[in-house]
């Protein structure tokens, strides 16, 4: 076991350029193979089980190796892997339309396999509906800061993360910044709400000024997750739909992230109960199984593209569209949430986990906070969060710290069992790294 274990690891090395990884950091330590997964726990080749803190970057929503998802992907399987969906449809594709419709009142659906493309997908919808109807101005994005929204050229300009954009500012689109609607302490709901009031305020300000050049604010709905799990108040959603249907920009809700149960709503934008004018999903949307993405559109967009001339056409395609094996893992992945009333149980389910969890608060940790299926504090900057992760793996739990952020985000079929462990292990690891217990 061992050596197969060290095999995989000198060949991935050897041949594998791993993503967003410093590859001189690794070594044979710190590069895990893993052999199988087993719900809310992955398997190592050397048969150590590790719990999925952070759901495999954010996307499983079921546990690995859940039964009811495998099931469908194979029944699939045994029909056609793969139709392309240009000139062509298939049942799988229809079927995941139509529901994904009725989940979000949205329109129309447009395929692709990741986060990235779904925004790609979005700015040139906004950019595209916006020339069609004569405001050959409206060539820009609004965005906030800290925001993140993937890594090809488009996406990355309307993200602000510098460690992600920087190298490549050369090659990016130039946008509109926003402030950022999270305040960097958190103390009560009345202090949250008056940051984001604060910062509406002053977005309002750039927005009232620049609109005829900007075709659409895109934004991570209540939680920003890469740069840091950093929340805000649901109001400043809400302010925003309207000022955005004042002054003619598209409101692109960016739930790649924080969709499909993460924020203790089926989707983030409830939370401020409105709805966007694109909507970028991918991750959860095939419960974690295989690559998936959707950008939805309201009808008014959609029809803004029925002309019969070619430029008023969208051409955008990829080859893997509408994938069958994806859309498959996804109607299954919708179907579990309603046979399993997964939405109606996850109420309790925070309350249950945070009462376990908030008790790491005992220790000098800075600005704790739970929404939904995700908890993040930060970690004193005198501590290195590289050896918590360390320390953390010694303890059988795999999680990424954003900075000196540590989050949790572990998959919505976690249970109360998997979250004592977890509880346990953490407070190990403070007591190894020396973060001392203060109450
Ligand atoms: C909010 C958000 N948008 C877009 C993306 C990009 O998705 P992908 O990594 O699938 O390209 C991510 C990835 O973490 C994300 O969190």
């Known amino acids: 076991m061992k050596k197969k274990f060290s095999m995989i690891v000198k060949e991935s090395l050897e ?15 710190n590069l895990l193979p893993i052999k199988s997964g087993d719900k809310s726990w992955l398997i190592a080749e050397d048969g150590k089980k590790y719990f999925d803190s952070i759901s495999s970057w954010w996307v499983n929503l079921f546990g690995h190796n859940n039964p009811f998802i495998k099931k469908r992907i194979i029944a699939q399987l045994n029909k056609i892997e793969h139709v392309m969906l240009s000139g062509m449809t298939h049942e799988p594709v229809v079927d995941l339309s139509r529901k994904l419709k009725i989940l979000t009142n949205l329109d129309h659906c447009f395929y692709s396999s990741d986060g990235s493309s779904a925004v790609e997908i979005a700015l040139k919808i906004s950019f ?37 954009s920087n190298n490549y500012k050369g090659l990016l689109l130039k946008n509109f910044l926003l402030p950022n609607p999270s305040p960097k302490e958190y103390s009560n709901e009345k202090a949250l709400k008056a940051y984001a009031l604060e910062s509406f305020e002053k977005a309002r300000a750039i ?82 199984y295989l690559p998936l993405a959707a950008t939805l559109v309201c009808k008014k967009i959609y029809n803004e593209f029925l002309d019969a001339k070619i430029d008023k056409t969208f051409l955008h395609s990829h080859s893997f569209t509408g994938n069958p094996l994806a859309c498959s893992a996804a109607l299954a992945t919708l179907d579990f949430f309603e046979d399993k009333q997964v939405m109606e149980a996850l109420d ?76 346990k292990a953490i407070r190990k690891v403070f007591i190894k790294l020396g973060v001392e217990c203060v109450k």
């Open 15 to 29: 041949h594998v350029w791993h993503p967003c990884s410093r590859m001189a950091d690794y070594s044979e330590l």
């Open 128 to 164: 595209h509906y916006w020339k069609n109807k004569g405001f050959n101005k409206k060539t820009k994005f609004a965005m906030l800061s800290d925001s993140y929204h993937g890594e090809t050229i488009g996406a990355l300009s309307v993200t602000d993360v510098d460690i992600f």
């Open 207 to 288: 927005l009232e000024k620049n609109h005829n050049s900007i075709a659409g604010l895109i934004i991570e709905p209540i939680v920003q997750c890469a740069s840091g799990m950093n929340c805000y108040h649901p109001v400043y959603l809400k302010k925003m739909r309207q000022l955005c249907k004042k002054l003619n920009i598209h409101l692109i809700a960016d739930e790649i992230a924080v969709g499909f149960g993460r924020t203790g709503k089926m989707f983030a934008c409830e939370h401020a109960s409105i709805n966007p004018d694109i909507l970028c999903l991918s991750k959860g949307l095939s419960g974690g």
């Open 348 to 423: 309790k389910k925070i309350t249950k986990f945070d009462s376990f969890i908030s008790k790491l608060n005992e220790f000098e940790i800075n600005n704790y906070k739970n929404i939904g299926m995700i908890w993040r504090f930060d970690l004193p900057e005198r501590f290195s969060a590289k050896q918590f992760e360390q320390f953390s793996r010694d303890e059988k739990i795999l999680l990424r710290p954003i900075g000196q952020t540590i989050y949790f985000m572990p998959p919505l079929s976690t249970t109360i069992k998997d979250i004592k462990f977890l509880v």
